[in-house]
């Protein structure tokens, strides 16, 4: 799948790179991307997930066609 | 309209458009940068978004404050990209019959903005350095990166 | 600056002007001119001052609010003469570090200057005939021509 | 003395004009002015007066050669 990352989490990850193999739902994502760079894990904690402009929950199922955005806490204004 | 802009933000135009013959009151917020944060000398932002989302977003919470008071007007427009000081970064504006609604209704739109919509700053420091910053941490307090605490709420307190 | 003015009041201009490297929160109201009131068409307002008095007392409210709240800009102006439908009659920019203190601040200055300041309007309707209107009533309730009822207070309650 | 009205004051008086005689103080002058023309006494008693640009209050003693205000409430903005 596609995984896109924004502001402080470019620090850690590229912008937008693919992730090979299953991964299930998004708490599996989480858990694979906190595996990949442990120095991430605790903003990764916070973040919240989106597929298709829609934020989605922790146990929203993925498919290997999705792109998922991953969405620290705002900061804008 | 699309609501996040890599131009500079156009405020006082967007004022100047802000006129409705059933509003008597019109009330404007616009962002500013400012030269210093916590006590670091700052050079400038960088707004980055998600900006199809950010643009839904905003698009819904002026909506939503139009459902929840009488408003003839409700504009608001956040800039990415580099902004510097004194510029504007995000402007709302509301209009409305009274001017309770108007005041109400603009600090309601960006108390949202600033809690939800999915725009980060990165600031820059004279000093060459640089800070992801200033986060909305409610998650801290409500233990969920959907709930927060809003100024607007605060108040009635 | 003088604070009343029988021109029409520059608010875009006004606007363009309020800039500070230590603002990061910009307000401003603008009370415009409608074109109903209590279900009757109006077509124009014209309004009166006792100017020297207004200017004095305008000045000192805002001097007020700086000692209030930390505010690197308080400007207001209020129209006199004939202001036409979707005109401004009345103008408060306030700018501060962060934007509590703005929209209070903001707030605190319109609801003071309509309730204290000797301005005065009459409405003029589109049947031809005049009112003159909208007097602060507060001495009904404070039984006090001095002592009033401002909103910004109502709404902490 | 001289006194001016304004707003819905000019109703009932001319925007300026003469007083003639002797007026003690605030209170004494409002009345003079409802016995003058007494649809205006509703309005006179929540009108606030003026003398030099500064509120006086009612027992505030007038001189021949004062300008007298008469100051109904504000209805700007």
């Given at each position: 799948?596609?995984v896109q990352?924004?502001?402080?989490?470019?620090d850690?990850f590229?912008?937008e790179?693919e992730?090979?193999?299953?991964?299930q739902?998004?708490?599996?994502?989480?858990?694979?991307l906190?595996?990949?760079n442990?120095?991430?894990?605790?903003?990764l904690?916070?973040c919240?997930?989106?597929v298709?402009?829609?934020?989605?929950?922790?146990?929203?199922?993925?498919?290997?066609?999705d792109?998922?955005?991953?969405?620290?806490?705002?900061?804008?204004? | 309209?699309?609501?996040?802009?890599a131009?500079?933000?156009?405020?006082?135009?967007?004022?100047?458009q802000?006129?409705?013959?059933?509003a008597?009151?019109?009330?404007?917020?616009?962002g500013?940068?400012r030269?210093?944060?916590?006590g670091?000398?700052?050079?400038?932002?960088?707004?980055?978004?998600?900006?199809?989302?950010?643009?839904?977003?905003?698009?819904?919470?002026?909506?939503?404050?139009?459902?929840?008071?009488?408003?003839n007007?409700?504009?608001?427009?956040?800039?990415?990209?580099?902004?510097g000081?004194?510029?504007?970064?995000?402007?709302?504006?509301?209009?409305?019959?009274?001017?309770?609604?108007a005041?109400?209704?603009?600090?309601?739109?960006?108390?949202?903005?600033k809690?939800?919509?999915?725009?980060?700053?990165?600031?820059?420091?004279?000093?060459?350095?640089r800070k992801?910053?200033g986060?909305?941490?409610c998650h801290?307090i409500?233990g969920?990166a959907?709930?927060?605490?809003?100024?607007?709420?605060?108040?009635?307190?």
């Amino acid at each position: 799948m596609k995984v896109q990352v924004f502001a402080a989490l470019k620090d850690y990850f590229d912008k937008e790179f693919e992730l090979a193999g299953e991964v299930q739902d998004v708490a599996s994502l989480k858990e694979r991307l906190s595996a990949l760079n442990p120095g991430s894990r605790n903003m990764l904690q916070i973040c919240r997930f989106a597929v298709g402009d829609e934020f989605v929950p922790q146990d929203f199922q993925l498919k290997e066609s999705d792109t998922v955005c991953v969405i620290p806490p705002s900061s804008g204004g | 309209m699309n609501h996040i802009s890599a131009e500079p933000l156009d405020v006082v135009g967007l004022l100047a458009q802000s006129h409705h013959p059933q509003a008597g009151a019109i009330v404007l917020f616009s962002g500013e940068v400012r030269d210093n944060n916590m006590g670091r000398q700052v050079a400038y932002l960088d707004y980055e978004s998600h900006e199809s989302m950010a643009n839904k977003m905003t698009a819904a919470i002026l909506e939503e404050a139009k459902q929840k008071w009488p408003l003839n007007i409700a504009v608001a427009q956040h800039r990415t990209g580099k902004v510097g000081i004194g510029e504007s970064a995000v402007v709302v504006i509301t209009a409305s019959p009274h001017r309770g609604e108007a005041y109400a209704a603009n600090r309601y739109i960006i108390d949202r903005i600033k809690h939800e919509v999915p725009i980060w700053k990165c600031e820059y420091f004279t000093d060459g350095t640089r800070k992801w910053g200033g986060n909305c941490n409610c998650h801290d307090i409500t233990g969920d990166a959907n709930q927060h605490v809003y100024e607007f709420d605060e108040l009635k307190k």
